[in-house]
């Protein structure tokens, strides 16, 4: 607080003392210009009292004569007499108070000579007041002493020396010059009174000013600061402009990138109003995807991408909708060309534009969802493959051995009634074995048939023959109360395919064609060449695309509903009654067409029926001649010396007796071993070797190979219930490779073992 | 500090003492010498606006050569003049003024003097519309100054004032000084005469220019009545 009163006690007399120092330059300034101001008046007087003289008293006369009158020279020399000491000190001396005071002499001279001049006019008389008032400008009354004296002084002496120029008296009174000083003073009271005021406001202004300055002072200092502040605001304003500026330049930025990002995301988006459904945005995805134009979205709603009939689930779906983002599900949408997609959606809730909106990502799955399916029927057909391995391997391994008992059985049953006539009491029984034994072996051969294990002997073939040769049977095997329709392509293309399977095949089919049509109906059988696309042949048919050539069997029976068509073809399965179907039937056709290169491919209908159509590759090639039975019923003989290699002993004992009883010279051996040794114990020629495939320690194919070299010109006959890939690849036998399968009558190894020997021996 | 600034004791603030007391001593004896020339040169100013014209003994009774009929019933007044002379304007002035107060109780002549071999319309002056404009006035021409020597006028100005019985009033100049305006014992006593008032005087020092050349006939005096 004392601080701040000395403060302001300081103030106040630097205040003080700057008001002095202004009131005197002010002062001063004062003087200065009304001493410039006298100069050019005493100037303007000095020529304007020439003019006068020259214009009211040129000449003076006398007679006819005259002369310069004397009042010119006066107001030439003598007011510039008067003029110049004043006029040369406000100019040297400007704002000195002797050149102000000799100013003031001056002009009342000045006044005194003009008065002269202009004949005593009263009126001239005004320019010694004036001359004061002129005075007064200076604000300082000493100077309107001097002039007092000087008019005072002049009509003091005039009035004393000359009193009637002044008076119009010759006698004036003494005093009588006062009553003209009297007026003066008069003047000069006023004009004191007006200095005194003057000067006192020009003390107040140098105060106000000095106090202004003061203030003016403390203001600057207060704008510096304030200046300071506003310059160290200023920056931060503008560091916080910057930063902002660099914020807004990251926001547009992220706006760009997440607007690139939804622009030119690889996915449709769009964003579209919950309310009315309009499309408020979309991506380029969107309308490389869909077809339209951005604009066209832009004046469509989503339920203009969707099938009529999906649009009631939509708008029940949106409504339902829940908060947040939500997987919508996969929906059908459909592009500008009618073409339907499946799309997985995925949407986001959110405003747009100040309006309720939903963000939607669009996955178009089709080719996946395809990709899928078709995975999926992989993975059926997997699951189904490794079903049919593992029943094909079962059914191999009971083959094979059930196939050597039903060799046993059926050979040993065969020579039995060889040796009996019909009429003998067992004929009947021995029979009756062989037949069982023939049905088991018909049995087995299913087996290996729908597990694509058993052997086959393609050869080029006109599958019209093969339907048109079984036709008759066909017809008694469906009876009378179904109609057999053909349909056969005269053109029809050549395949590669083992003509006693395609039998069967054709046998199962229409057999089961039959039992689908309990009362009768009609049997379609068509052949025609096809050529399947890849779409078809690869989604439909599990084939390469390409040409083929169609076997369809068409039933007019009860059909079947999808559940049943997707187990058909599965081994056991039945939907006949208990013991009239085995379930293998359309499991071995399907074993039979895979196991050919082939398809099967089925469409049926409850109430209308079923069509089966079988595809088979297209071939080239001549048609190869079909091995018919002879159907002789004597055994076929020989002489040769056949080498039996049986591990199985009673296959081994049936078949010896066979060919014993053919007339063959039969050595015999128990396996692999036991036969090479034979072999080279027997001096003759061996003309052939009847040889198991599958045996222990040595394979038939084995023992081949290490007698082939001793034995070149040996021919081989391989027997077998089941191979297992010794001498067959893929199902197919070798090229050239002789076989005969079991179980086997003692006819067929008679006839084969004499078609072997009697065939060319390869080069 | 305004370097402008000059404190109000300029002679104290010269650079050096020796300079400026030279400058005051300068200045001082300038003042002098200006004063006194000054002083001088007014002195004689007012010397000559107070130095009187030759005066003239007009005669006491009308003259009876005079062109210039005698009024009947009131004063006759006749002013004489130079038509060029500045110094009577003054006088013309004053004549007004005393036909403002005699309100036409007086004759007025104002004879304007036109020296012989004079150009035409010479004393056509404004001196002479001047006075042809003052009510009750009648401008005469008066070639060669007949009139003039008739009434022993020498100075232009000469004023002279008879009855009406032509004997001599008034006679003398009706202004204070040489060319001066204002009241003064002629103009008054002029006034006071018409007025049938006891005048201040009846002669009074006539301030003009000469009427006549010095070598005319009429001699100028140098002194108030001396010839």
């Known amino acids: ?763 | 500090m305004d370097s402008n600034f000059v404190p109000d004791c300029p002679d104290l603030m010269l650079p050096s003492r020796p300079r400026r007391k030279n400058a005051r001593l300068v200045l001082l004896l300038s003042t002098v010498m200006w004063a006194a020339l000054v002083a001088t040169g007014l002195w004689w100013l007012w010397g000559y606006e107070n130095a009187p014209g030759v005066g003239a003994i007009s005669p006491s009774q009308w003259p009876s050569q005079s062109r210039i009929q005698l009024a009947p019933n009131g004063p006759t007044l006749v002013m004489l003049a130079h038509p060029h002379c500045p110094c009577t304007r003054a006088s013309i002035g004053e004549l007004a003024r005393i036909m403002t107060h005699s309100q036409g109780e007086v004759r007025a002549y104002v004879l304007f003097t036109r020296p012989e071999g004079s150009p035409e319309d010479w004393e056509k002056t404004d001196l002479w519309h001047s006075a042809a404009d003052i009510p009750g006035v009648t401008v005469v021409k008066d070639s060669e100054g007949v009139e003039a020597r008739l009434f022993n006028a020498a100075t232009s100005g000469q004023t002279v004032l008879y009855n009406t019985r032509g004997q001599l009033l008034f006679s003398g100049g009706i202004t204070g000084s040489r060319g001066h305006f204002g009241d003064n014992a002629g103009q008054g006593s002029v006034i006071a005469i018409l007025k049938s008032e006891v005048p201040g005087q009846t002669e009074t020092s006539v301030f003009g220019c000469p009427l006549f050349n010095p070598q005319s006939e009429c001699k100028v005096l140098n002194d108030e009545g001396n010839k």
């Open chain 1, 1 to 763: 607080m004392m601080k701040e009163t000395n403060s302001k006690i300081k103030s106040g007399d630097a205040t003080s003392g700057r008001a002095t120092e202004l009131f005197s330059q002010h002062q001063q300034d004062i003087y200065k210009s009304t001493d410039r101001m006298f100069a050019v008046l005493m100037t303007v007087q000095w020529i304007a009292g020439i003019v006068a003289a020259y214009w009211i008293s040129p000449r003076t006369w006398i007679g006819s004569l005259s002369q310069t009158h004397l009042h010119v020279w006066a107001a030439v020399f003598l007011g510039g007499a008067i003029s110049s000491l004043p006029i040369l000190l406000a100019i040297t001396r400007s704002g000195r108070r002797s050149t102000r005071y000799i100013i003031a002499v001056g002009q009342m001279l000045m006044g005194a000579l003009l008065i002269h001049l202009t004949g005593g006019r009263i009126e001239t008389h005004f320019h010694v007041f004036g001359s004061l008032a002129f005075l007064s400008f200076y604000r300082d009354w000493r100077v309107l002493v001097p002039a007092t004296i000087i008019v005072a002084a002049d009509h003091f002496l005039r009035g004393f020396f000359w009193p009637q120029s002044v008076y119009g008296v010759f006698a004036a009174s003494q005093w009588r010059w006062l009553e003209h000083a009297g007026w003066v003073l008069f003047e000069d009271t006023f004009l004191l009174i007006a200095i005194k005021r003057s000067v006192s406001e020009m003390w107040d202004i140098a105060e106000r000013t000095a106090e202004s300055e003061t203030l003016t002072e403390d203001l600057e200092a207060h704008v510096v600061q304030r200046t300071a502040q506003l310059a160290a605001t200023n920056k931060e304003l503008e560091s916080e402009v910057a930063e902002r500026k660099l914020a807004e330049e990251a926001l547009r930025d992220s706006e760009g990138r997440y607007r690139l990002l939804f622009e030119s995301n690889p996915l449709p988006m769009w964003v579209y109003d919950l309310e009315v459904l309009t499309f408020l945005a979309v991506n380029d995805a969107a309308v490389r995807h869909y077809g339209y134009s951005s604009n066209e979205f832009l004046g469509m709603t989503i339920k203009d991408i969707r099938p009529a009939e999906d649009v009631p689930a939509m708008l029940d779906n949106i409504s339902n909708r829940p908060a947040g983002l939500r997987e919508a599900g996969v929906w059908r949408h459909q592009k500008k060309d009618g073409t339907l997609m499946d799309v997985e959606i995925t949407s986001y809730p959110l405003s747009f534009a100040g309006r309720g909106s939903a963000l939607v990502l669009a996955n178009d799955i089709t080719e996946r969802k395809r990709a899928e399916e078709a995975l999926h029927r992989s993975e059926s057909q997997l699951r189904q493959a490794l079903k049919m391995e593992a029943i094909g391997k079962l059914a191999g391994g009971v083959a094979h051995d059930f196939n050597n008992l039903l060799t046993a059985i059926n050979g040993h049953s065969e020579m039995c009634l060889r040796r009996l006539t019909p009429e003998d009491e067992l004929y009947r029984h021995v029979e009756g074995i062989m037949k069982t034994g023939e049905r088991a072996a018909a049995l087995t051969r299913q087996l290996l048939a729908f597990s694509r294990k058993q052997i086959l002997q393609p050869q080029v073939m006109d599958l019209n023959s093969v339907v048109v040769e079984l036709s008759k049977m066909l017809q008694r095997l469906i009876g009378e109360d179904i109609d057999l329709l053909m349909g056969l392509d005269a053109d029809l293309g050549r395949v590669k395919a083992d003509p006693n399977q395609l039998e069967q095949v054709l046998m199962n089919l229409c057999v089961n064609a039959r039992d689908a049509m309990p009362k009768g109906g009609k049997l379609t059988i068509e052949t025609g060449n096809v050529r399947l696309g890849e779409e078809f042949a690869g989604e439909h048919l599990s084939v390469p695309p390409g040409d083929y050539v169609m076997l369809a069997v068409s039933d007019t029976g009860c059909g079947m509903d999808a559940l049943t068509q997707a187990s058909i073809f599965d081994p056991f399965f039945t939907t006949k009654e208990v013991g009239k179907g085995t379930g293998l039937g359309l499991a071995t056709v399907y074993g039979i067409v895979k196991q050919s290169g082939g398809s099967v491919w089925v469409y049926s209908e409850v109430g209308q029926g079923t069509t089966f159509k079988i595809y088979l590759p297209l071939v080239e090639g001549s048609v190869e001649k079909l091995k018919v039975d002879t159907g002789v019923p004597e055994l076929l003989s020989g002489v040769e010396t056949v080498l039996l290699v049986e591990d199985e002993e009673v296959v081994r004992e049936m078949a010896m007796e066979v060919l014993q009883e053919c007339g063959y010279q039969v050595l015999e051996a128990k396996d692999g071993s036991d036969a090479l040794q034979v072999a080279r114990q027997h001096a003759g020629e061996i003309h052939l070797m009847l040889t198991d495939v599958v045996m222990p320690r040595m394979s038939g194919r084995e023992l081949t190979k290490q007698l082939t070299p001793s034995r070149p010109d040996m021919k081989v006959l391989y027997m077998s219930g089941y191979t297992d890939d010794a001498i067959v690849h893929h199902g197919v036998l070798d090229e050239g490779t002789a076989f005969i399968g079991k179980p086997f009558s003692m006819h067929a190894l008679a006839r084969k073992i004499r078609e072997t020997l009697d065939a060319p021996v390869a080069v």
